[in-house]
C-alpha cells in the first residue's frame, strides 16, 4: 500500500494536504486531542523526596488518573538540574518527555555561562505549578530574635558570618547573596550537597543562616531547632502567616518569590502545551492537591504557557542582577 503512494505523486500531494487540514504533522488540533497516547516522562534534577520530586508524583499521579496514560517520573540528581535539563533541551519536542524544574533553573542560567543548553531557547513553557517561600532562618543559640538583630549581629563581627545553600547558583544561594547586597552585611557563601545538609549546617552553628523552602524548615522551627525570621516572599507563607516577611522585617526592596514548574523541549505543539498547562491547572484546584500542596507551604500558581515563559525570562534577568549586584563572577 505504501509503495503505491510514494509512485503515485498526485495521489501523494493530496494525502498530505490533507493531513496538514486535519493537523498532522504533531502541531494541529488532531494531535492535541489524541495526546497523550503513551506514557509521559516526567525528568527530575533532584532526589526523591524532594519538594520539586513531590510536586511531580502529585501532578504526575492526577494526569495519569484523568488520561490513562502513565507519568513516570523519572529522578536524576546530579550536577543541581544540569543533566536532567539537558535531557529534556535534546529530546523529542512531541510533548511525552517534560521537566520539572524549580527558580533554580533561573538561577543557573544566571551563574554559568556554558551550560549544555539555552534556558530561555531549548525548552518551551507549559505552567508554573507552585510558590514555595524560603524562610531564612537562625539557630536559637546564635542569640538573635530577628532580621534586625540578625543583621547588627553581623556587621558587629565582618568576616565571621557564613551562609549556607544546596549548591553555587542555585536559587537559595542568590536569596541569600541578595540578602547580603540589600542588608549591607558581609557573609561567606557555603554551599552542600542539599538542602537538609545546608539545613543542618545552621543548627550546627557551622554557619549563621540559610534560606530555604518552608517545607524543610517547618518541623524544624516547631520543635525549636531553629528560629524563623523571615519569609523571603513578597507575602507571608500560609504556613507560617506569623512569620513576617524579609522586607516587613526591616529589609527595603526584598523580595525573592521561589517557584516551581513544568517544561517542555522547544518547538513542542503549542496545542499540546495547551492541553497539558488546562489539565495542571484543573489538577491543581482539586481539594486533595490543595490539600497536599498546602501542607508543604506550596500555594498553586498555575499560569498559561506564555505566561510561564514570560516569567521565566523576566527570573533569568532578575538573577543576572543579582549576580551582578553581589560581585559574582559568573562561571
Not at 31 to 51: D, V
Not at 138 to 163: H, T, Y
Not at 167 to 181: I, M, P
Amino acid at each position: 500500500m505504501s509503495g503505491r503512494f510514494v509512485r503515485n505523486t498526485s495521489a501523494t500531494g493530496t494525502i498530505a494536504a490533507l493531513l496538514l487540514l486535519t493537523g498532522w504533522p504533531p502541531g494541529g488540533s488532531a494531535y492535541a486531542q489524541n495526546y497523550p497516547a503513551k506514557p509521559i516522562r516526567m525528568l527530575i534534577g533532584f532526589s526523591a523526596g524532594s519538594t520539586t520530586d513531590v510536586l511531580a508524583r502529585t501532578v504526575g499521579q492526577k494526569m495519569a488518573e484523568a488520561w490513562g496514560q502513565q507519568v513516570v517520573v523519572d529522578n536524576r540528581p546530579s550536577a543541581g538540574g544540569i543533566v536532567a535539563s539537558t535531557t529534556v533541551a535534546t529530546a523529542t519536542a512531541d510533548g511525552y518527555t517534560l521537566l520539572m524544574v524549580s527558580a533554580g533553573h533561573a538561577a543557573t542560567a544566571a551563574m554559568f555561562t556554558k551550560l549544555p543548553y539555552d534556558a530561555l531557547k531549548d525548552f518551551a513553557g507549559v505552567s508554573r505549578v507552585a510558590n514555595v517561600p524560603s524562610i531564612l532562618v537562625v539557630a536559637p543559640a546564635l542569640g538573635v530574635k530577628s532580621v534586625k538583630e540578625l543583621i547588627a549581629l553581623a556587621k558587629a563581627r565582618p568576616g565571621q558570618f557564613n551562609f549556607s545553600s544546596p549548591g553555587v547558583g542555585s536559587a537559595n544561594h542568590l536569596a541569600g547573596e541578595l540578602f547580603k547586597t540589600l542588608a549591607g552585611v558581609q557573609a561567606v557563601h557555603v554551599p552542600y550537597k542539599g538542602i537538609p545538609e545546608a539545613v543542618t549546617a545552621v543548627i550546627s552553628g557551622s554557619v549563621q543562616f540559610n534560606f530555604s523552602p518552608v517545607v524543610n524548615t517547618l518541623a524544624l522551627s516547631r520543635d525549636g531547632k531553629l528560629l524563623a525570621l523571615a519569609a523571603s516572599t513578597g507575602k507571608r507563607s500560609a504556613a507560617q502567616p506569623d512569620v513576617p516577611t524579609v522586607a516587613e522585617a526591616g529589609v527595603k526592596g526584598y523580595v525573592f518569590d521561589p517557584w516551581f514548574g513544568i517544561l517542555a523541549p522547544a518547538k513542542t505543539p503549542k496545542t499540546v502545551l495547551a492541553k497539558l498547562s488546562g489539565e495542571i491547572a484543573r489538577i491543581l484546584q482539586l481539594p486533595d492537591v490543595k490539600e497536599r500542596l498546602l501542607a508543604l507551604g506550596a500555594e498553586p500558581a498555575p499560569t498559561t504557557p506564555e505566561g510561564f515563559d514570560a516569567h521565566i525570562r523576566g527570573e533569568v534577568a532578575k538573577y543576572r542582577k543579582i549576580v551582578q549586584d553581589a560581585g559574582i563572577k559568573p562561571e
